[in-house]
């Protein structure tokens, strides 16, 4: 098992920008690529970024625009997405998932171990 724990939601509003972080309780760094999803109320759950374990690669969803960006720390215990200019349509339960395949892809199903999620809402 690995837990993973997301941390830094809350409320802002549009066009601010905030970071959320992803990491393992008790486990040192997680060694393994990391994705990033969101799901909104009634709303199917989405991919939205994500970082293989060498952290030189990562993947995103087309409709970020760039906006998002997913990077690990330098001694790999955090992964990070930090979000820009954010939407009203931003707002969701982020959640952060690991895979021990190396899977960095956009299918929730290449992912083995999924945090609580954290709540970002955009509004004004």
């Known amino acids: 098992q690995m837990p993973l724990e997301e941390s830094g939601g809350g409320l802002v509003q549009p066009g601010d920008s905030l970071t959320l972080s992803c990491g393992s309780p008790?486990?040192?760094?997680?060694?393994?690529?990391v994705g990033w999803f969101r799901q909104a109320p009634g709303k199917v759950r989405e991919f939205v970024a994500a970082?293989?374990?060498?952290?030189?690669?990562?993947n995103y969803a087309d409709s970020q625009s760039g906006r998002f960006k997913v990077f690990r720390d330098s001694a790999g215990k955090l992964v990070y997405l930090q979000m820009s200019n954010l939407r009203p349509e931003d707002t969701a339960t982020y959640t952060c998932?690991?895979?021990?395949?190396?899977?960095?892809?956009?299918?929730?199903?290449?992912?083995?171990?999924w945090g609580q999620g954290t709540q970002v809402t955009v509004s004004a």
């Open positions: 998932a690991a895979s021990v395949y190396g899977y960095y892809g956009d299918n929730y199903a290449g992912y083995n171990y």
């Open positions: 008790g486990r040192p760094s997680i060694n393994f690529a």
């Open positions: 970082i293989a374990r060498d952290r030189n690669n990562s």
